[in-house]
């Protein structure tokens, strides 16, 4: 499995990574033993980089993945974890006080004395400008809490004021063949900083996989049935804030333009990380099979100009006036 330098971070990453939100809760019940399955199965696919929170389950996320590591002693792999979710959104709450008990309870859930990375999770945008919020930061790196900070951002004007601030040292955003706005300003400023960018809900909640259909049913506990409107957190986590009918429209034609011997969902994160900027991709898988499938991705050939430009073009037509003015 290729991998990339994580920006400020100095350490690589696999192009694929996997995330965890799935194996914590908001997606139907994970059973334990499933949950071990899938990291196994992205550990023996060459997978080093997995992205969790100290909300997806309230902790059983990170816990889970502590448990499965301490399992596997020799496996090097790069655990990036959030905080920020666990307190009422106000930019008060972003404080040092707060970040050193977030910081602690994700250290025992994970199980280490020093976190690999930890990333704001979606922070107010009040936050992005306060001083005191990075200088606080700074502190945990200092106090070895965690060797790096980072933001998880919803907007890209979120991206590029957390690109300009000096310690950040990665920058978490949705980017999929449906999200395509982060690739006019984000990811030029990334690289010309030396901040990576971790491509997030790369699948667009599986919708880019092609297999939903109008009658699909998501189980009442999984975001896609709770959060189509941005009910219970932000729209475009779900479906990539596309309208469900539109998406299935715009899969079918993406599934379309999939090369022989490649699944949508491959073809989806091939696209990604081909985009220059990004240091990796984390699709949620939910099952052995899904997690092997998407690793392989990384070693697809890059997708031909005329297929970037198919896709740039279905954007344009079916999702661009719903979304490109919103994040
Ligand atoms: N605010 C934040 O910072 C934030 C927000 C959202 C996500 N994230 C991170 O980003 C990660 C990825 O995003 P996401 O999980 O929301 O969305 P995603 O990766 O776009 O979609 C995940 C869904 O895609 C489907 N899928 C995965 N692999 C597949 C395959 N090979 N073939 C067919 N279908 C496949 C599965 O759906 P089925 O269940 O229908 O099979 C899975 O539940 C999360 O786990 C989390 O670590 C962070």
């Not at 996997?18 to 696919?45: C, K, Y």
């Not at 949620?284 to 198919?310: H, M, Y």
């Amino acid at each position: 499995m290729e991998k990339r330098v994580l920006g400020r971070t100095g350490r690589e990453a696999s192009v694929v990574g996997l995330g965890t939100w799935q194996i914590g809760a908001d997606w139907g019940d994970v059973a334990e033993a499933d949950a071990f399955a899938v990291l196994d199965a992205a550990l023996e696919s060459g997978v080093t980089f997995f992205d969790t929170a100290d909300v997806y389950g309230d902790g059983r996320s990170e816990q889970l993945i502590g448990r499965f590591l301490k399992s596997r002693p020799d496996a090097d792999v790069f655990v990036a974890t959030k905080m920020g979710r666990r307190a009422e959104q106000r930019p008060e709450n972003y404080s040092l006080d707060n970040f050193r008990t977030w910081n602690d309870r994700s250290r025992a859930n994970l199980g280490v004395d020093t976190l690999d990375l930890v990333q704001l999770h979606c922070p107010p945008t009040a936050v992005y400008s306060t001083d005191a919020v990075f200088d606080a930061l700074d502190t945990l790196v200092a106090e070895k809490r965690t060797a790096a900070y980072a933001v998880s951002v919803e907007t890209c004007a979120e991206a590029l004021a957390a690109i300009a601030r000096p310690g950040v040292a990665s920058v978490q955003i949705i980017l999929n063949p449906f999200r395509l706005k982060p690739l006019e300003e984000v990811l030029p400023a990334a690289r010309e900083a030396g901040v990576g960018i971790i491509a997030r809900v790369p699948l667009a909640s599986g919708l880019l996989s092609g297999k939903y259909t109008k009658d699909t049913v998501f189980a009442a506990d999984d975001h896609r049935s709770f959060n189509r409107h941005g009910e219970a957190f932000d729209q475009g986590e779900t479906f990539s804030g596309i309208e469900y009918a539109t998406g299935l429209a715009a899969a079918a034609e993406f599934s379309s333009l999939a090369p022989e011997g490649a699944t949508p969902a491959q073809t989806a994160l091939r696209w990604i990380i081909q985009q220059p900027g990004v240091s990796s991709v984390i699709p949620g898988a939910r099952s052995v099979e899904q997690t092997r499938s998407n690793a392989a991705a990384a070693s697809l050939a890059p997708l031909s100009e005329a297929t970037l430009d198919a896709v740039r073009d279905l954007y344009d037509r079916r999702i661009r006036a719903e979304i490109h003015h919103r994040w």
